[in-house]
C-alpha cells in the first residue's frame, strides 16, 4: 500500500497561512518524491466553546480551498459535519473525512460515500479498532469506492486521551489503509480552561510507533508558529519540523 501522507493547519485562518503550508508541501513532494495531501477545516464545529475561531464557513472555505488545489496542484481532504455539506465540498476536495465524533452517523457517511470521493472515517473516541467494520460498512455498501480508517486514540475523561496502537492492525483487518493522526491523538480535550490543549512534543513518537504497528500513512497538522494558531495550538506540529519527520517515516 502507498504510504499517505495528510498535512496541513487545522483550520483556514487565512489565504496567507494557507499559501505558506502549501508551498512547502510542494517543496517536501518535490524533494522527497512524496504526495503529501492538502488538509485544512473550513469549519470546526465541534470546539469546546462558543467563542472559538470556527473558520471561514463552506463557500468562503471551499474557494480557498479550490485555489490552493489549482495553484499548487495539491490533492485536498476537509472535513465534513453535515449531510448536505457532502455534495459541494465533494466537487473540490479529493477526500472528504468524517469526524471521529460523526462515525456512526448513517446519513453523513451515506453522503459522503455517494460523492464518489475517498472517504476517510476517523476511528471515534469511543469505539475500538475493530468496531469500525460497522462504519465502513455504510460507506461501502453506499456506494464509496475507497474508505480509509484514521486513528486518533481513545477517551476516558479526564481530558486526556490514550492510544492502544493494536486498533491498526485491527483497522488493516478491515480497509487497506489505516492512517495514524499523530496531532489529535496528542490532544488533552477541553484541558486548557474552555479550549482542548496538547503536547505537540510527543507527535514524532506518535508516528514512529504507528510505523511500527503497520500504519499505512500519517496525518498531521501544522502552522508556522502553532501556538498563535487559532485551533488545535498546543498539538499542531511547526511547519519547519514536517520534513525531518517525513523523511524518517519514508526511510
Known amino acids: 500500500m502507498k504510504t499517505t501522507i495528510i498535512a496541513g493547519p487545522c483550520v483556514i485562518e487565512s489565504a496567507e497561512l494557507l499559501d ?15 504526495d503529501i495531501i492538502f488538509k485544512a477545516s ?4 465541534n470546539r469546546t466553546s462558543l467563542k472559538s475561531f470556527r473558520g471561514p464557513g463552506l463557500e468562503k472555505g471551499m474557494q480557498m480551498l479550490s485555489d490552493i488545489k489549482s495553484r499548487y496542484g495539491l490533492r485536498i481532504l476537509t472535513d465534513i459535519h453535515e449531510s448536505w455539506q457532502a455534495e459541494p465540498v465533494g466537487q473540490v476536495a479529493d477526500v472528504l473525512q468524517i469526524p471521529a465524533f460523526l462515525c456512526r452517523q448513517t446519513d453523513l457517511l451515506v453522503a459522503a460515500a455517494r460523492t464518489g470521493r475517498t472517504v476517510n472515517i476517523k476511528k471515534a473516541q469511543f469505539l475500538s479498532g475493530q468496531d469500525m467494520r460497522y462504519p465502513v460498512e455504510k460507506a461501502q455498501d453506499s456506494g464509496a469506492r475507497e474508505v480509509w480508517l484514521t486513528e486518533r486514540g481513545n477517551m ?4 486526556n486521551l490514550v492510544v492502544d496502537f493494536r486498533n491498526i492492525p485491527d483497522m488493516l483487518e478491515i480497509v487497506p489503509n489505516v492512517i495514524m493522526d499523530c496531532t489529535h491523538s496528542v490532544q488533552r480535550p477541553g484541558g486548557a480552561g474552555g479550549k482542548t490543549g496538547g503536547d505537540r512534543r510527543f507527535v514524532p513518537q506518535m508516528a514512529l510507533a504507528a510505523k511500527a504497528f503497520g500504519a499505512t500513512g500519517w496525518f498531521f497538522e501544522v502552522h508556522p508558529n502553532p501556538d498563535h494558531g487559532l485551533s488545535d495550538a498546543a498539538n499542531m506540529l511547526e511547519l519547519e519540523k514536517l520534513e525531518g519527520l517525513v523523511a524518517r517515516l519514508i526511510s
Do not use: L
Open 156 to 159: 476516558f475523561g479526564y481530558n
Open 20 to 34: 505558506t503550508v502549501a508551498r512547502e508541501i510542494v517543496r517536501i513532494n518535490q524533494k522527497w518524491n512524496t
Open 42 to 45: 473550513f469549519d470546526k464545529a
